[in-house]
């Protein structure tokens, strides 16, 4: 029993020693997701800034909406210019988080938690239960819809119709995401680790 005890130990520790050469992989992977869907989200509410601002104040009631849409923008979108080259990657990762947070209470709250309307996977703490429900009947509204009148085979070849419920579940699962991050720093392939290591070695 022992004798297998050590043999699984030692494949173990062969194992880890060898994916350890390529542990700045995850945080390299995550950079490279993220980082385009909030420059494209930045890039998107600073081009519009008229129309990001108007929704900022109009629909969500935000004090000092223009100053709130600059700063979104700004925050998305150099904050994934920065997460991508793994330039002060903890520093964005802040206002970033705080950006999604934000979004999260104002933008989303009120629909609950899920994103899509779905009665066979709610998860326990959806707290707008009667928004699925209703979700559910413009969706299956919407599916009649494109029946009667669309070409419904082609609009459904690559997967069903469907439409929103627009809870926070996105934007939390993009806090988790960056997480890592602030708490990790953007890994070994990035502006950060490289001047790290540059001051590290003058300082010695």
Known sequence: M???IALMTGIQRFFLNKIKLLDFTPLLLLRI?????????????????????????????MPFPESMAYLAGGAEFFGGIAILIGLATRW???PLIMTMAVAAG??????????LPDDTLTMPWE??????????????AARALLKEHGNYEWLTSAGNIT??????EFSVT??????PLLFFGAGRLSIDYFLYRLYMRKDD
């Not at 928004?131 to 969706?139: D, Y």
């Open 2 to 4: 022992n004798d297998l």
């Open 33 to 61: 997701y993220l980082a385009p869907i909030f420059i494209i989200a930045g890039w998107g509410k600073l081009t519009a800034i008229d129309s990001t601002t108007y929704y900022f104040g109009e629909m969500l009631g």
């Open 92 to 94: 964005f990762a802040i």
């Open 106 to 115: 104002t933008a989303h709250w009120d629909q609950g938690w899920h994103a």
């Open 127 to 140: 707290w707008r239960k009667d928004l699925i429900e209703e979700g559910i009947e413009r969706r299956t």
């Open 163 to 168: 439409i929103l419920k627009n809870g926070i």
């Open 174 to 179: 993009y806090i988790l995401m960056l997480l």
